[in-house]
């Protein structure tokens, strides 16, 4: 059974800079794609960033110049870095990835159970 596990978030003040982590465990055949989504409150969940197995990288306008996705496929970890945070970055911030698990012949999408970021002013 795939499992990804997400952590790094907490307080921090604005300004301040978070690296979040998210790690896939279980049997893996192969990761694909892998991004991270926000979802403040109230708010419909949105794409924060992603990153394809080729590392060619996206992200939302709203964090863009401020945040660096990366991913170490050996360790099988996504990371996002986020430098001078605002008040309205406050969300639980979920990982995603594509994954073929084990020996089957599909991949499907895989998420994490999230992670709290919040943001004072």
């Known amino acids: 059974q795939v499992q990804l596990v997400e952590s790094g978030g907490g307080l921090v003040q604005a300004g301040g800079s978070l690296r979040l982590s998210c790690t896939a465990s279980g049997s893996i055949g192969s990761i694909y794609s892998m991004g991270w989504y926000r979802q403040a409150p109230g708010k419909q969940r949105e794409l924060v960033a992603s990153i394809t197995s080729s590392d060619r990288t996206n992200y939302a306008y709203s964090v863009k110049g401020r945040s660096t996705i990366s991913r170490d496929s050996a360790k099988r970890t996504l990371y996002l870095e986020m430098n001078s945070l605002k008040p309205e970055d406050t969300a639980v911030y979920y990982c995603?990835?594509?994954?073929?698990?084990?020996?089957?012949?599909?991949?499907?999408?895989?998420w994490g159970q999230g992670t709290q970021v919040t943001v004072s002013s």
């Open positions: 995603t990835a594509l994954i073929r698990e084990g020996t089957r012949y599909y991949s499907e999408n895989y």
